[in-house]
């Protein structure tokens, strides 16, 4: 026992190798992108990386990596390992002069997404049983009130909190397919609370986009998820947003 322990320690340890990776990530049905990039650490069981663009944990994107074949769980023979991997953890990244980065943590789970997958890729998953695929990790789907949890947390369901219904002058961008923030609109909460707000909009952003919410009169900005979109009883689309990177400024209004 103590010997497979050992190397089952060993073949989790993180390798530094600098390797190209093209990600792909289907964000929404409508919208897609794909960014190349290079490893920052890599074991046969995930990697880590930085984008230019925003993702989420329990989201699922594409790898294409020349992963050396001894660390490969499938497909030794072929030139590119090609892996879907499940995001477990995201920082955002800071340096002078530079754009905004996010370090992505990735866990790799095999050669296909799953069928929920295929038919809404915003959906997110959590790990499961590890499959017979070289012993990597399986998916399990999150139920409704996982998919309501803080989503750099790594508890499973979060205390719902009040959502004040309050105006507040804010401008949305969403991030197009080069990873720049494109769309872009002037508008008010309908409400908010440090996690999530719901917006009037009159731009056409599906169920999974990302955007970037800035406040008006102060210049924060943070990054947000559309969780979903819907007309109120006055004919008005709203977006319902899940802020990512950090949590809104509410002190002195609650």
């Not at 023979?77 to 477990?88: C, F, G, P, S, T």
């Not at 789970?109 to 998953?125: L, Q």
């Not at 731009?203 to 986009?209: D, F, Y």
């Not at 009169?217 to 969780?227: D, E, F, H, N, Y």
Request: contains cysteine; hydrophobic residues 35%; positive net charge.
């Amino acid at each position: 026992m103590k010997d497979f322990e050992g190397k089952s320690r060993r073949l989790r340890e993180r390798i530094k190798l600098a390797l190209p990776v093209r990600v792909q990530c289907r964000e929404s049905v409508g919208h897609e992108w794909s960014e190349m990039s290079r490893l920052v650490d890599v074991t046969p069981f995930g990697a880590r990386f930085q984008l230019l663009r925003p993702t989420e944990r329990g989201r699922l994107l594409h790898l294409t990596l020349p992963m050396p074949r001894q660390l490969r769980c499938f497909d030794h023979i072929e030139d590119q390992y090609r892996v879907w991997a499940l995001v477990r953890h995201v920082m955002p990244r800071v340096s002078p002069g530079e754009p905004l980065r996010f370090e992505v943590g990735a866990a790799f789970t095999g050669r296909h997404p799953p069928p929920s997958y295929m038919k809404d890729p915003a959906t997110r998953y959590d790990v499961g049983p590890l499959t017979a695929e070289g012993g990597l990790y399986g998916l399990r789907e999150l139920d409704e009130a996982e998919q309501a949890a803080a989503p750099g947390g790594g508890q499973a369901a979060r205390s719902v909190e009040t959502r004040l219904q309050m105006a507040v002058n804010v401008i949305i961008e969403v991030f197009d397919s080069q990873g720049r923030p494109g769309e872009r609109e002037q508008t008010v909460t309908e409400n908010i609370s440090r996690r999530g707000a719901a917006v009037w909009t009159s731009l056409k952003v599906e169920r999974g986009r990302f955007l970037r919410v800035t406040d008006a009169a102060t210049g924060l900005s943070v990054i947000a998820a559309v969780r979903g979109r819907r007309n109120g009883p006055d004919g008005i689309p709203r977006l319902h947003l899940q802020f990512l990177d950090r949590q809104w400024p509410l002190d002195g209004i609650e």
